[in-house]
């Protein structure tokens, strides 16, 4: 089982859809973020919970959601989105009480708006 | 705030050559992360190496190396005997030591191709 897992892998849904992304994270982490990667752009945060509690929410519009319900798992719920929307959503995870500590990929939900 | 650039969009190297991914970033701290990642068709970001700034001696991961040049504020990947499935994206990133989050900043890639 890999350390970070995010469903689904692909996604399409309409500008008047509901739909959201799953993240699940098995290495005991304490934090878990949302990047966006657009092409020919750097990796965009979007926001970052820690301990469960949000700690950065960097101007995403309101279209976008986050839920995180427990330090495992982190949802990204999705509506009204516009077709300029269309990425890659990654989440990741790490333990920000330890100084040397890296960030782990999930593999990615594709989002394409219709 | 800080910034990554990494200059080459793409760069090709032949099977068992030497190629080096340039990164440079800009910030006012003096204690901070730099990484290296790596993204194949797979789409997972993998960490391929780190390096402490206030470490002077550069970083290895086996083929993988760092030059790392904190007064200029390059930090470049050297991939020896490249392989074919050495083939991905390369992302600089940087992240701040201290802090109650340890968000990563990254440039925009440079995508390599191995050629057999």
């Known amino acids: 089982e890999t350390g970070v897992t995010q469903t689904p892998r692909h996604l399409v849904m309409g500008m008047t859809n509901k739909k959201s992304l799953k993240c699940e994270q098995h290495?005991?982490?304490?934090?878990m973020y949302w990047y966006k990667q657009s092409a020919k752009k750097p990796l965009e945060l979007m926001f970052v919970y820690n301990f469960k509690e949000q700690t950065e929410n960097n101007s995403v519009p309101s279209r976008f959601s986050p839920e995180c319900p427990n330090s495992s798992h982190l949802f990204l719920h999705l509506h009204t989105l516009q077709p300029e929307d269309s990425a890659l959503y990654l989440c990741a995870s790490s333990q920000v009480d330890r100084r040397n500590t890296e960030a782990f990929f999930g593999q990615g939900t594709r989002l394409t708006v219709v | 705030a800080q910034t990554v650039t990494q200059s080459q969009p793409e760069m090709s190297v032949q099977e068992a050559e030497t190629v080096t991914l340039s990164c440079t970033y800009d910030?006012?701290?003096?204690?901070?992360?730099l990484f290296w990642y790596k993204q194949p068709p797979s789409r997972q970001m993998i960490l391929v190496i780190r390096?402490?700034?206030?470490?002077?001696q550069n970083a290895t991961e086996n083929r993988f190396s760092v030059n790392f040049q904190k007064a200029a504020k390059s930090f470049s990947l050297k991939i020896s005997d490249s392989q074919l499935g050495d083939a991905a994206m390369y992302f600089c990133a940087y992240r701040d030591s201290g802090g109650s989050n340890y968000k990563l900043t990254f440039g925009k890639g440079t995508l390599l191709t191995v050629n057999p």
């Open positions: 390096q402490e700034a206030y470490k002077q």
């Open positions: 290495l005991g982490h304490n934090a």
């Open positions: 910030t006012s701290e003096s204690d901070y992360y």
